[in-house]
C-alpha cells in the first residue's frame, strides 16, 4: 500500500513533538523539586518529622507556590546549624538551642547563629521520663548506674537530657544510649535499657502505642529540677505537666518542664514567601488541617505563635505578627 505524500515527515513531527512535550514535563518537574524549600524534620517517628510533614502537606494543598520537602535529621541542633549554613531552608529547634545558638554556647557548634531567624512558636514539647511500671527507680537521682535512651545524637531531646542530668550531677553516673525514642522504647520492653528520655510534644503518638501493650510510668521531673538548680541554669525551660490520663495506664499528673518548638529559616528566605506561609498555616483552615494531622498541634494558635521566640524574626513574621496585632502598616491577611 503506497503511503500519501508526506506521511513519513508527519510522522517524525509527531514523534518529535511528543518527545519534546515529554522533556518539557521532565524539565519543568526536575525545575519545581530543584525550587522547593527544604524544611529540617526530625528522626522518623519524632513529632519534629510528622509535623513538618503535615506541613509541607498543607502547603502543598492550599499555597502551591511554596513548595516544601522534608528531610530526616538528627533534630533541633542539627537543624539549627544547617540553616545558618545554607543546607537547609527552614527547619523546627527547640527555642532553648535557638537561644543558646544565638549566642554561640552550643558546646558542639561554639559559632553563633547569625543567620537564623524565628517565623513562630509552634507547639510546646515537654520533658518525659519512662520506666517500666514496675520498675524500682522511684526519681532521677535513682538512675545511677543504668543505661538511659536519651535520643538520636544532635537532637533537642539528648541535649537536654544532658543538660538535667549534668545539673543533677548524673551525667558521668549514667550510660546515655543514643538512640532515637521509638528505638528507646522497644529497648525499654526487651530490657536493654532502663529509662527511656523524650522531649516531645504531649501526647506523643508512640508513647501512646507503646503504653497500651506496655505498663509505664512518667518519673516526676520538677522536683529534682528545683533542688539541682537547672531552671536557674537553663531560664528558657519553662515548667509543665503531663496531665493524668495523657497516656494509658497513667493515674495522676506529673510535673516536668518544657521547651517551645520554632519554626526557623534564614535572612534568604523571600519576605511575602515567609508572610504568605504564616497566613496559611495559623488560618483557621490551616490550624484545622494540623489538628487533623497531628495530635501535638492541639498547642498550634496564634496567641501562642510568639511564646518563648527569644531570637530575631525574619522580616516577613515581623510583618505578619504585627499583622495580626493590628498595627498599622503590617500589610493586609486573607482567608484561605
Not at 509527531?14 to 526530625?42: F, K, Y
Not at 534564614?266 to 497566613?279: G, H, I, P, V
Not at 501535638?296 to 495580626?324: C, T, Y
Request: proline share 5%.
Amino acid at each position: 500500500m503506497k503511503r500519501p505524500v508526506g506521511f513519513g515527515v508527519t510522522m517524525k513531527m509527531r514523534v518529535t513533538i511528543c518527545l519534546l512535550g515529554l522533556l518539557w514535563v521532565l524539565v519543568v518537574g526536575c525545575e519545581r523539586q530543584d525550587q522547593a524549600l527544604s524544611l529540617g524534620g526530625g528522626p522518623g517517628g519524632s513529632s519534629f518529622h510528622g509535623f513538618s510533614i503535615a506541613m509541607a502537606e498543607l502547603f502543598a494543598l492550599q499555597l502551591p507556590e511554596f513548595p516544601v520537602k522534608v528531610h530526616r535529621s538528627g533534630g533541633s541542633v542539627v537543624n539549627l546549624v544547617r540553616v545558618e549554613q545554607g543546607k537547609l531552608s527552614m527547619g523546627l529547634v527547640y527555642a532553648g538551642d535557638a537561644y543558646l545558638g544565638r549566642l554561640g554556647k552550643l558546646s558542639r557548634y561554639p559559632e553563633p547563629t547569625q543567620k537564623v531567624r524565628a517565623l513562630a512558636r509552634l507547639y510546646g514539647a515537654s520533658a518525659q521520663l519512662l520506666v517500666l511500671k514496675s520498675s524500682p527507680i522511684k526519681s532521677p537521682f535513682d538512675l545511677r548506674k543504668t543505661r538511659v535512651a536519651v535520643g538520636s545524637p544532635g537532637s533537642g531531646s539528648a541535649i537536654s537530657a544532658r543538660r538535667f542530668f549534668k545539673s543533677l550531677g548524673l551525667w558521668e553516673e549514667i550510660t546515655p544510649i543514643y538512640a532515637g525514642f521509638a528505638m528507646g522504647l522497644d529497648d525499654l520492653g526487651s530490657g536493654r535499657v532502663e529509662a527511656v528520655w523524650m522531649l516531645v510534644g504531649v501526647p506523643n503518638a508512640r508513647l501512646m502505642e507503646t503504653a497500651r501493650n506496655l505498663p509505664l510510668r512518667l518519673l516526676d521531673l520538677f522536683d529534682a529540677a528545683v533542688v539541682s538548680g537547672f531552671f536557674e541554669n537553663y531560664p528558657f525551660y519553662g515548667v509543665a505537666t503531663v496531665s493524668a490520663g495523657t497516656y494509658p495506664g497513667q493515674v495522676r499528673d506529673v510535673r516536668t518542664f518544657q521547651d517551645s518548638v520554632l519554626w526557623i529559616t534564614s535572612t534568604q528566605m523571600d519576605e511575602s514567601q515567609a508572610y504568605r506561609a504564616l497566613e496559611l498555616l495559623f488560618s483557621q483552615q490551616g490550624v484545622a488541617y494540623m489538628r487533623s494531622r497531628q495530635t501535638v498541634a492541639e498547642d498550634l494558635d496564634s496567641e501562642k505563635g510568639l511564646m518563648g521566640v527569644n531570637i530575631p524574626l525574619h522580616q516577613g513574621a515581623e510583618r505578619f505578627w504585627k499583622a495580626r496585632a493590628g498595627l498599622p502598616g503590617a500589610g493586609g491577611q486573607r482567608e484561605f
